[in-house]
């Protein structure tokens, strides 16, 4: 192991052919090949590593850690649909429809979105029942816009919501 380990990490295996002989099972005979014994032999790793993984110590156990049972799962599927259930709205009241409006006219295209697009949208998803925090990210995590509840770390959040949401679309 003190000698396979050092090549491992030069990324090649080199023996003599004395060696190679000394080591085989079944033993070859000390005069086969012995005008040889200087003569250095590569051995692919492929064939090595294997043989020392199977050799080497295996990694200490996984210490056992114990979960408190009182904690909610959130992510179960009865959580999820309750708390859907108890945030839709109800549902609106028929009212006489008023008359019809001529619609506004588009925005030119010179014209610039707002600054406050972000934070406008923000405040109006946490006016939803049932919504508690809203948080609007770029592509690399930094936070444009949010309005959180107390003790959540915004950072963090911005910076974990857009590998959340590219692992979602693949």
């Known amino acids: 192991m003190a000698v396979i380990e050092p090549m491992m990490k030069r990324g090649k295996a080199t023996f003599t052919w004395k060696d190679l002989r000394s080591t085989a099972q079944p033993s070859i005979a000390d005069a086969v090949g012995a005008s040889q014994d200087a003569t250095e032999l590569e051995?692919?790793?492929?064939?090595?590593?294997?043989h020392f993984m199977a050799a080497?110590?295996?990694?200490?156990?996984?210490?056992?850690?114990?979960?408190?049972?009182?904690?909610?799962?959130?992510?179960?599927k009865e959580d999820i649909e309750a708390k859907t259930q108890a945030?839709?709205?109800?549902?609106?009241?028929?009212?006489?429809?008023?008359?019809?409006?001529?619609?506004?006219?588009?925005?030119?295209?010179?014209?610039?979105?707002?600054?406050?697009?972000?934070?406008?949208?923000?405040?109006?998803?946490?006016?939803?029942?049932?919504?508690?925090?809203?948080?609007?990210?770029?592509?690399?995590?930094?936070?444009?816009?949010?309005?959180?509840?107390?003790g959540v770390d915004s950072d963090a959040l911005a910076g974990f919501v857009p590998g959340l949401y590219n692992r979602t679309a693949q």
């Not at 051995?43 to 294997?50: A, D, R, S, W, Y």
């Not at 080497?56 to 179960?76: H, M, W």
């Not at 930094?142 to 509840?149: E, G, T, V």
């Open 43 to 50: 051995i692919p790793l492929k064939f090595i590593i294997p």
């Open 56 to 76: 080497s110590k295996p990694a200490s156990e996984q210490k056992q850690v114990d979960v408190d049972t009182s904690i909610p799962d959130v992510f179960s």
């Open 87 to 150: 945030a839709a709205p109800a549902p609106p009241k028929e009212e006489a429809s008023p008359a019809p409006t001529a619609p506004e006219p588009a925005p030119s295209p010179s014209a610039a979105p707002s600054a406050t697009a972000p934070n406008e949208i923000v405040e109006r998803l946490s006016q939803i029942p049932g919504v508690t925090g809203a948080l609007i990210t770029m592509g690399d995590g930094l936070s444009m816009a949010k309005k959180l509840p107390a």
